[in-house]
T-cell receptor, first 114, second 112 residues
Framework: AQSVSQHNHHVILSEAASLELGCNYS??????LFWYVQYPGQHLQLLLK??????LVKGIKGFEAEFIKSKFSFNLRKPSVQWSDTAEYFC????????????FGQGTTLQVKP | EPEVTQTPSHQVTQMGQEVILRCVPI?????FYWYRQILGQKVEFLVS????????KSEIFDDQFSVERPDGSNFTLKIRSTKLEDSAMYFC??????????FGSGTRLTVV
């Protein structure tokens, strides 16, 4: 069965620090990959997605992610975080199911200290 | 930008009661989904709906759950007899076959 693993459950950073959140998935076929952000009390918002092409994907709010097929990874990065980036971050994969369902990782809570 | 609209935003119900959660997907989308997120846990897939029928459902989506698209715009999730463990945030989502998903703001269901 497909699964998504996010290694960091809770990350605490100071403003201006660099961020990298890990995401690994288990599926050998063609995948579509997503990162969603959930600000406190709000719904899921799409940060970025990878369908095909350039494995380095740029999203909103200065985030980017790199798809490394050989490592089954899709890590999220941001060079310099802000206090407003405090949120929960979810990696998700759409793979073998032709219904388009997403499989989510456990989520990473990011706390940015001012 | 088009939105997926969910109502109500918060519903409190007594155990054993029926609840209906409502969603209005984006009008030109073809695939519709319900997900849920129990407090502190990950987002879990419940059901997908395409061409007026369920295309896939998870183990969570048992006989107590049902979905409908009664009028071509609304997409509803019904829980027939709620249990305490049904307390969660329920998200509706819609998509075309090639674009990213759009999630609604969610309905927080509290079963007491």
């Amino acid at each position: 069965a497909q699964s998504v693993s996010q290694h960091n459950h809770h990350v605490i950073l100071s403003e201006a620090a660099s961020l990298e959140l890990g995401c690994n998935y288990s599926y050998g076929g063609t995948v579509n990959l997503f990162w969603y952000v959930q600000y406190p009390g709000q719904h899921l918002q799409l940060l970025l997605k990878y369908f095909s092409g350039d494995p380095l994907v740029k999203g909103i709010k200065g985030f980017e992610a790199e798809f490394i097929k050989s490592k089954f990874s899709f890590n999220l990065r941001k060079p310099s975080v802000q206090w407003s980036d405090t949120a929960e971050y979810f990696c998700a994969v759409k793979g073998s199911s032709n219904t388009g369902k997403l499989i989510f990782g456990q989520g990473t809570t990011l706390q940015v200290k001012p | 930008e088009p939105e997926v609209t969910q109502t109500p935003s918060h519903q409190v119900t007594q155990m054993g009661q029926e609840v209906i959660l409502r969603c209005v997907p984006i009008s030109n989308h073809l695939y519709f989904y319900w997900y849920r997120q129990i407090l502190g846990q990950k987002v879990e897939f419940l059901v997908s709906f395409y061409n007026n029928e369920i295309s896939e459902k998870s183990e969570i989506f048992d006989d107590q759950f049902s979905v409908e698209r009664p009028d071509g715009s609304n997409f509803t999730l019904k829980i027939r007899s709620t249990k305490l463990e049904d307390s969660a945030m329920y998200f509706c989502a819609s998509t075309t076959s090639t674009h990213g998903y759009t999630f609604g703001s969610g309905t927080r269901l509290t079963v007491v």
